[in-house]
Structures are given as C-alpha cells and as structure tokens.
C-alpha cells in the first residue's frame, strides 16, 4: 500500500516539480507566472501530437518543452515590453490557451475533449523492472522515467546556480532592484524574459510528463488545476529550491492518496483542495510571523 | 594625458513645455572635484541624466576624454567610465554587500558567459583590497538592505571604482549623512581625486562646496548662472547666484507671543524605518501662538516623531492636546481633535497626485456636513468649500477637476495647507514646507505659516534648512538620533545648533 | 476629454487586437472572417430572443465585473469573484429548497440575501488577511477559488445531492424562490434587472458617497489616504465585502433565474470573464456594461455559430484570452517605442 502511494506519487509530484522549479526561478526575477497551467496543457497537446508523429517520447518532449518556451517568451514580452498586467495576462494566456487547443482539436481533429491518437510513445522506464523486488522503493523506482531524474537533478543543482552564476545572481537581483540591475548595465527586462522562457519549457515539460508518462492521451482536463499547485507550491515554499521541491513532494503525495483515502470515506474533492488550503495557511503563518519580527 | 575627462556643450532638454537645460555648457579635470550647485527644480538632475545616458538632449553634445558621446543608457555610460551615486541607493537590498559589488560585472572562476561560475573568493578579495585603499572597513557578507546608509554609499562608490569609474557623479550625498560621516566621505573623495578621477558633486550646501570643491558651477532655471574657481570666489557670491543675484530671502523676522500650552508629549517612544533611528523618551510641549523648530540631521527621528504625534505609527509614552489624552488615538481621530499634517513627502503622502484639485482639498472634510448629510455626498457642498479653501490661499489652478500633481510645487503645497489649517486646527505639525517650492511660493508659505501662529495657532516645524528654522521658530529643539539633546532660542548661534545635531549616543 | 478618449482607446484596442488574431484564425481554416462576424452580431442581436439569450449571458459577468471592479479601484487585487459566486449561487440555491415554500414572494429575496451575505462571508476571509496581515490577496484570492470549486463540487455530491436526478446537481428550488423570466421562453430572467440596479448603486455609489470616494483615494495612494483620516484597512475589507455582495448576488441569480438549482461547473469562468469587463471597461459603470454584454453576445453567438458552421465555440476563449492579456497594455509605450526608433 504505502509501496503504491510512493511510486505514485513520485509520477504525480514529477509535473508539479518542473513547472514549480519554473515558476521560482520566474518570480526570483520578480514575475508571478501565473500561466503555468496554460503552457503545461500546451506542452501535454504538443507532446502527445509529436509522439504520436515520430514516435520519439525525446523528440515529443524537446517538442513540448521549445513550443511553451516561446510561448512564455511572447507572455513575456507582453508584460516587459507592452506594460500588460502579470496577473491578468497570466490568467488570460490560461483562458486562451485552453480556447486554442480545444479550437485546433476540433478543427484538425474533429474531436472535442479527448484526444487519442494511435502509436504515442511513452516516456521508457529508467530502470528494468527487476527492481520491483527492492523493499520499500521497488516499484517507485521501477515507475521512474528520465523526466523525473532530470526534475531531481535541476532541483538538486538549483540552488547552485541560483547562488553562484553569473545568470543566478542577475535573476535574483532582477527580482530584488530592477532599477539597480540596470544602473550597473544589465538588462531586468531581458533577465525576466530569459526566466519566463525558461519556466515555459519547464512547463512544457510538466505537460510532456503529464501526458506520456502512462496514458498516451490527451484530455482538456488533463493539467487539472497542476499549474496552479506548482504555484502554491512555490509559494508554500518561498522562492526556496529545497523548501518547494518538499511541497510539491507533499501535493503529489496527496494527490496519490487521495484516490485510497476515498475508500476510507474521505471526500476526494476535499482532498484535492488540501494544497490551496495549506498555502492560505502558510502564507497567514509566514506573514504573522514577520508582523511579529517587525514589532 | 586629457585636460577634460568629461565636458557637456550646449546641452538642452525640454520635458513638454518645460525647458529643464537651456544650453549648459561645462567640463571636469582628471583629478578635479567640480561642483554644481542650484536650488530644487533648476535643472540639475536633468543635466545629470543626460550625462548618465538616461536622458538624450534634444540638441548639445557629451565629450568624455575629447572623444564625442551618445549613450544608449547608463549601462552605455558605465562603460565610458562615468558612475553616478543616486540620492536613493542604488543597492539591491536583500542581496549582500558583495553581491552588489560585483553584479554586472563578476570575477569569474569556471566557465564563460552567463552560466560561468562566480569567483566569491576573488570577489572577496577585490573589495577588501577596495576598501582598504579609500580607506574604510565593510563587512562583505551583510544583506545590503541592513547596512548603515554611509557603508551603502561606500560601497556604490567602490562598486563604481571597481568597474573602471574615471569620472565619478554624486548626487547630493551628504543629504542623508550625520556630520562626521560627511567629514568621511569628503575624505574619501579627496583620495579618489588623487588617484586622477574626476568628482561631480551635486549639492545645494554651500558650504561644503567651499569645503571639498575646486570648481563650481551655479545652476539657475536651466542656464549656467555662474561658474568660478572655489579658490576665486566665497561661499556669499555662489548663494547670491543661486537665488538670481538677490540675496536670499530676507523674511521680516518676527517672533509669536506663545500663550498656554497646546501640545504636551512626554516619555514618547517608537519604532523607526529603516535607515532611521528609533525615537527614545521623547518629551516636549509646543504653546498657542508659538512655532517650535525640530533641528537635525535627516533621518535621525524627525519623520517618526511626527508620525507618532499624528498617530500613523505606534508610540509608546504620553501625547495630549489641551489636556485632552489622544495617545492610542489614530490619524482619523486626532485629525478630529484638532490636528493639521502637513507631509515631508508631497507627492507621495501629502496628496494624492492623480486625484483631483477638488478632492484633494476637501479630503477629510468629505464625511462630515456640509459635504456629506452621512449617507450620500453634496456635489455642491463639496465644490463650494474646495472653492472657499482654495480662494483663502490664493491657489492658482485651472480647473477644479484637474489632476493636483498638473499645478507647480509651490501651488500644490498651498493646496495641501489649505486643506489642512482649514479646520482650523489647534495644532499644525509640519514637516519640510519648503521643499521643491520656489522663492515665491516659499514666501508665501513662510507667511501662511506666520498667520496661523499669530492666530493663535501652535506650530511643530521640521525643516532640514536652518535658516528656515531660524527665520520662523520661536524655539529649536535639536533631535539627534532619536533623542531630543537640547533647546535654543530661534536667534542662537548656528555652531551651536550644529554641535547638539552631531551629539553621539546623547544620554545613554 | 483627453480621459474619453483614453478610456474608449483603452476599450478599443485589446477588442481590436483579438479580432484580428480571430479573423487571422478563421481565415486558415478557410472561413470568411466578415462573414463569421456579421453572423455572429445576428445571432447576438438579430432578434428579440437572440438579445434577449445575449443579455441572460451577460448578466452573470455584469455581477463579476461590478464586483471587481469594487476592488480594484480600490488598488485591491481580488480575483476571487468566481469563488464568492459559486458560495452565494450554493448557498441561495439550499435556501431555496430548503426553506418552507409558504414563504411566498419573500422567498426569493431571503435566497437573494442569503447568497449576498455568504459571498460577503467569503471575501471578507482575503480582505481580512490583506488588511490586518498583508497577506498578498492575489494569492489568497486564487487560493480561495479553487477551495470554494473543491467545497461546492463536494456538497453538490454528497450532501446536497439531489435525490432524483443522479450525478453533480442539487434538487430544484421552490418555483416561488424563481426569479421571474423576462421574455419566456428566452432565459432572460429578472436577474438582469438587479444587475443593472447594482450597476446603478456602483455609479452612485462611487461618485456620491465618502465610503465611494475613500476606495479610489486608497487605490490611488494608502499614505496619502492614512494622512487625510482614512482607514486603510476598513476601506480594503469594505472593498472585499461589497465585492463577495455582488459576486454572492450574481451566484445567487444565477442559479435562481438561469439554471433553478446548483450543478457542478455552476460558473463557467464567470469572474475571470467579469474581470475581463471590469478590465476592459477600466471600473466605469458604462465600459462595464457595453464590456459585458460583448462578451455575453460572444457566448451566446458562439454557441449557435457552432451548430451552424464549423467554427468551434472555443474561438470565444481565444477571443477572451487574449482581451484579457491586453487589457491594460499602456498604450502610450508603442507609440514611444516607435518615435525613439525612427
């Protein structure tokens, strides 16, 4: 049982994982990206029409990944160059993200909701199944496939270059003083586009996961509110490397749970409102405390 | 080896209708330290923006080492080895000292471009090796944010020698220093200038232009008024260029006939903003008929005393007014019981800029009658006593609905004193009137606030312009980090004043 | 005049832009756009029915964008006014099965008002925080709209279920908690009509009474506001309040006007769509009703379109979406950028 919660969980945190890692290194330069979600449905569609086309999950995934990079590079230049609200226009790149796909699903495909198509490749298992056997982990490392390696390997190295690259210094002071970032001949704006480009193609990758890491098939509800847990993720863990990658751990370990709990008559739907709850919660606590440190 | 490191010729520059630089022309040495002086508004920043690559001018042209310039922007700038120290630092706050250091421009360990490693080790070392060549000590791994404000200065001015500075721009930067870190600064200043940088020091301080200066250069509505060798000329000669050639304003100096007490603090202590100092056991009483003067350095508690006073910061200690207690009591509320605020920061705090005339002047009359009957607002009412208000100052404006922040400061600083000695108030706190106004206007401020004491009325007056003090206060009482150490007579001598400002830990 | 002329650019050319990535999209999967257009305005307006099923659809976005509206001319960023509309549909919707049918005619209003004060209940929660803990309320907002989808669709299935017709509904409220149809058979129900008197009360109420001119001098300037006596924190949990009114109202019609019980998926986006009007329209109660119903023709045009062409309906998101990201572009920033070029 506890077996089955902890191989599932570590595919259901894997998504929310990248598009958080995103999505902090986004608001460490000072952009809350609130189209997470848009761009990872993005990258779930590309992912699954590219597989199922050269029957490469690497090809599908590059695929998922380079297409919502651009996209969160044009998000960005809205916000950096056209003055658009982060809030607003993140909120509306959801909506018309949604809105495109579902168009094109039904223009090219003739279907609306779900996609199937024949022949995706899914993402292969890292790992032959023979470790099964190993106590405990077995069948969470038999389940393990290279995103999710690559997800741990970036959080891992995060907080390296973060601290002490070039590029991580000029984030975070890109987020801190924009106006001392350019005093001393950087550019903030081109620092905020490099980072919502780069939480794009994380997403793209989240939504790539989502989408070929065990079905092959592409639904409009597939994201199912992720971007937004990676949001609270972030959050909850804020803006820190270790701190968020423990809250996604915990959401996808949730989201695992959720599922059996129900046969304890938990209400699945409450459940899954757990994370947004916790982040209130969070952020009461956290805000609290620094009110108290200020007096 | 170039006798000019950096020269502006004819610059002009128009914001809309308003012509900010009207063909400045002038030129710093290698090794020289070269002042420009002039009041709020004379053009000053512009000129420093144009230079910076901030701004282009419309016409004019910039020479740095006899070779012509036009900058993409002040990254542009940097790279043609002019620096500037803003008036607010510019540190990233939550970053540390080295990290501000070094951005832009890191000493790198492993690897090229953007993902190279930082060397900490040599940046560490630079800035030691920085430090101690100017002369001081910095603790490198401190956020930026919690630094002392001298340290912060220090450290932009290393920042900039690091990356190659040769001509070097200050503005006003003693304007947030106590005394003895001018005297610190100036020091370093002068070493940099042996070492062949040039200095352009922005000031509205006469009397440290005579001090650190060779040259100086008066500013006056956009034009070069005066320029002279510090050696050729004196401190009387400069000021006299600064206000057109009269001498500064002579305000008919005449003293209140204070009467019974208004306002009477004891014990008051509060927290502080940063960069400021906490206020400790604050007691003083201010009398009807009397403008009681708040001397000292910027940031040393004036802008948290008059906060508490008003009730927009949490105090500790006692605050009455005719005997009544308000301690506790919120701004709403003491605004209620008889008190006027006129903010140090007018655009931020003082008014609400986008706002119109109208509002702006009725502001806190606009939930009692005549305006409001409690339920819904008289449009009329509103328009006859913004309309009232406004004709008792002699505000010149266009039109009631015009945004406040399209009048001149010294208008929209009327519009704020109309509306708050409109009460009339018993008690008017006051906090930098002057500010950004012209001579004019001063004028006028000067006397409105004149009239409100012989009224009656009681006056705190802060002000970082001594002679502003010493023209209108019955009484100095001297702050100095966050204490009151002493209280003269209006007409005492300056040095003395000057010694209580620069009172170190007084009475602890 | 300047200001007009701002606020109708400002209308304008966010609408503009989507129309063209729209006429851009139909003209690749071989459509006429013009034609796609003209349709669409016959289908929205045509007729009497067709404007009437255009003004039913805007009236749950006239309630959204009025209500955040209220916030963000206070400089509060709430976009919480979906959350506040499902609680308030929920809860007017119980009452309106629950409480006994003899209560005749003043059932309706008792649902109205139940669903009002419940939506109250709810934003004051984030304005709450925002006021006394600075907790960041676009957050707390967002946060609080997945809790209040996660809360419905668990009532609607466990609790509140009703007992006849299966999956995600509730039972169907008393014929006296109704609100009455305007045009029968259209939807267009009296709903409508409450909406466009709140709308009235946000014009009065923004230009003729203290609380009104309190919220914009705080959306303009909090110290300023401080200075001149004004509660910051009272005007920001005011602003949050009368925001989950309306939003709680718009809830509560909605499902007594339109659908007669609550389902799961009982708001369609409504507040991210009303926060596109509120955005378009720049908080003014005459951009937010023209905002409105735009988008209300929009909804109820694209579904009809989709029956008769093969355009699909979600071109009405593309549309949305991209009104919404360049809902406040500033405008002056293009024309600089090109003069500085040339």
């Known amino acids: 049982m506890i077996e089955q919660v902890l191989a599932a969980g570590v595919v259901l945190t894997t998504p929310i994982l990248l598009a958080a890692i995103g999505g902090l290194v986004n608001r460490q330069a000072g952009i809350v990206n609130i189209a997470l979600e848009g761009k990872m449905l993005v990258g779930a569609f590309v992912a699954v029409i590219v597989s199922a086309a050269t029957g490469s999950w690497l090809v599908a995934t590059l695929a998922a990944a380079l297409v919502s990079m651009v996209i969160g590079w044009g998000f960005a230049l809205t916000i950096t160059r056209l003055g658009a609200n982060m809030i607003t226009a993140g909120l509306g790149l959801n909506v018309l993200a949604a809105g495109a796909i579902g168009f094109l699903m039904s223009i090219i495909y003739g279907s609306s909701g779900t996609l199937r198509l024949p022949e995706v490749a899914l993402l292969p298992h890292v790992f032959p199944q023979s470790v099964e056997a190993v106590p405990l982990l077995g069948p969470m490392l038999a389940n393990l496939d290279p995103l999710t390696i690559f997800a741990v390997l970036l959080i891992a190295v995060l907080p390296f270059l973060l601290r002490a690259t070039r590029f991580g210094l000029w984030i975070r002071a890109t987020g801190n003083a924009a106006p001392v970032v350019r005093s001393v001949g950087l550019k903030p704006k081109l620092m905020q586009e490099a980072s919502t480009a780069f939480a794009g193609f994380l997403s793209g990758l989240a939504g790539a996961q989502l989408a070929l890491a065990s079905i092959g098939i592409f639904n409009e509800g597939l994201t199912a509110g992720r971007g937004f847990i990676a949001l609270a993720a972030f959050y909850f863990g804020r803006d820190r490397p270790w701190q968020t990658a423990a809250a996604c751990l915990l959401f996808g370990l949730l989201d695992a749970a959720q599922i059996r709990m129900q046969t304890v008559g938990l209400p699945p739907r409450l459940i899954g409102a757990l994370p947004y709850l916790m982040v209130l919660v969070a952020l009461v606590i956290t805000q609290m405390r620094s009110l108290r440190r200020a007096q | 080896m170039t006798t000019i490191a950096l020269s502006a010729a004819n610059i002009w520059k128009s914001y809309g209708s308003v012509q900010a630089n009207r063909g400045i022309s002038l030129s710093v040495a290698p090794g020289e330290i070269h002042a420009i002086v002039g009041e709020n508004g004379a053009g000053k920043s512009t000129l420093m923006r144009v230079l910076q690559g901030i701004e282009r001018p419309d016409s004019g042209h910039v020479t740095v080492m006899d070779r012509e310039v036009a900058f993409s922007g002040p990254g542009d700038a940097l790279a043609h080895g002019i620096g500037m120290v803003h008036q607010e630092f510019m540190l990233a706050p939550d970053l540390s000292l080295l990290e501000n250091l070094v951005l832009g421009d890191e000493p790198v360990s492993f690897g090229r471009g953007a993902f190279a490693r930082i060397d900490w080790q040599a940046a560490e070392a630079q800035g030691r090796e920085l430090a101690q060549r100017i002369g001081i000590e910095v603790d490198w791994h401190r956020r930026a944010g919690a630094a002392p404000v001298h340290i912060q200065q220090f450290v932009e001015i290393i920042r900039l020698l690091r990356r190659g500075t040769k001509i070097l721009i200050l503005d006003e930067p003693t304007a947030v220093l106590a005394p003895q870190q001018v005297t610190e600064l100036f020091d370093l200043l002068r070493r940099i200038r042996e070492d062949g940088t040039a200095v352009l020091f922005i000031s509205h301080k006469i009397r440290e232009v005579t001090a650190l200066a060779d040259r100086v250069t008066v500013i006056r509505q956009g034009e070069v008024a005066f320029a002279a060798a510090v050696s050729e000329t004196d401190g009387e000669e400069i000021a006299s260029h600064i206000v057109d050639g009269h001498n500064p304003v002579t305000d008919n100096v005449k003293r209140g006939t204070p009467g019974s007490i208004v306002l009477n603090v004891t014990g008051l202590s509060a927290a502080s903003v940063e960069k400021s100092h906490p206020l400790h056991d604050i007691s003083l009483t201010v009398h009807a008929g009397e403008i009681v003067g708040l001397a000292g350095v910027a940031g040393n508690g004036q802008v948290e005393l008059m906060e508490a006073l ?94 406040v922040g399209s009048l001149s400061g010294g208008n929209q600083q009327r519009v704020v004193f109309a509306r708050e000695i409109a009460g009339p108030p018993q008690l008017l706190l006051v906090s930098q009137p002057t500010r950004g106004v012209d001579l004019n206007g001063i004028a006028a401020i000067h006397s409105i606030l004149r009239d409100f004491r012989d009224a009656g009325g009681a006056v705190l007056l802060v002000s970082e312009e001594l002679d502003e003090l010493q023209v209108l206060s019955d009484r100095i009482v001297v702050l100095a980090q966050g204490r009151i150490v002493g209280e003269l007579g209006a007409d005492a001598d300056r040095r003395d004043i000057g010694r209580l400002m620069v009172m170190e830990g007084a009475g602890v | 005049m300047t200001n007009w002329l701002n606020r109708g650019l400002g209308f304008a050319v966010p609408l503009l832009i989507a129309l063209l990535v729209s006429a851009v999209v139909l003209l690749a999967i071989g459509e006429n756009p013009l034609d ?64 006994p049918a003899e209560l005749g005619w003043a059932l309706a209003p008792i649902c109205l008002a139940i669903g009002a004060i419940f939506g109250a209940a709810w934003l004051f929660i984030p304005g709450w925080l925002l006021a006394k803990l600075e907790v960041d309320e676009v957050v707390s907002t967002l946060m609080l ?168 309906l979600d071109l009405v998101n593309i549309i949305q979406g991209i009104v919404m990201i360049f809902a406040v572009i500033e405008l002056g920033r293009i024309t600089i950028r090109r003069r500085s070029k040339t």
């Open chain 2, 310 to 403: 008003f009730g927009l910061r949490a105090a500790t200690g006692k605050v009455e007014l005719k005997g009544t207690d308000l301690s506790g009591l919120d701004a709403d509320r003491r605004r209620a019981a008889g008190i006027g605020f006129i903010s140090a920061d007018r655009r931020h705090e003082g008014l609400a800029i986008e706002a119109s005339i109208e509002e702006n002047t009725i502001a806190g009359a606009h939930r009692a009658a005549p305006i409001s009957n409690g339920l819904w607002l008289s449009l009329r009412a509103r328009k006859a006593v913004a309309l009232e208000r406004l004709k008792r100052l002699s505000v010149k404006y266009g039109t009631l609905r015009d945004p």
């Open chain 3, 145 to 312: 709209n997945f809790i209040a989808a996660a809360i419905t669709g668990y009532l609607v299935n466990g609790p509140f279920l009703s007992a006849q017709s299966g999956n995600n509904v509730t039972p169907l409220v008393h014929e006296a908690a109704e609100l009455s149809r305007l045009m029968p058979p259209a939807t267009l129900h009296s709903g409508f009509l409450i909406a466009l008197a709140i709308l009235a009360a946000y014009a009065f109420w923004t230009r003729r009474t203290s609380a009104g001119l309190e919220g914009a001098w705080v959306g303009l300037n909090r110290r300023f506001s401080r200075v001149v006596g004004v509660s910051v924190q009272r005007t920001i949990i005011l602003a949050m309040v009368l925001s989950g009114v309306v939003a709680g109202l718009g809830g509560a019609a909605h499902g007594l006007g339109q659908l007669h019980r609550f389902t799961d998926g009982f708001s369609a986006g409504y507040g991210f769509t009303g926060m596109a009007v509120a955005l378009l329209g720049r908080n003014t109660p005459l951009g937010m009703l023209i905002g409105s119903i735009l988008f209300g023709a929009l909804a109820s045009a694209g579904t009809t379109i989709q029956l008769f062409s093969n355009i699909p």
């Open chain 3, 36 to 99: 796609t257009f003209s349709l669409m305005l016959t289908e929205a307006f045509g007729s009497p029915r067709r404007l009437a099923s255009t003004l039913s659809a805007a009236t749950p976005l006239l309630f959204t964008a009025i209500g955040t509206a209220i916030c963000f001319r206070a400089g509060v960023f709430n976009v919480g006014a979906d959350g506040a509309f499902l609680i308030g549909g929920l809860a007017a919707v119980v009452a309106g099965f629950s409480l």
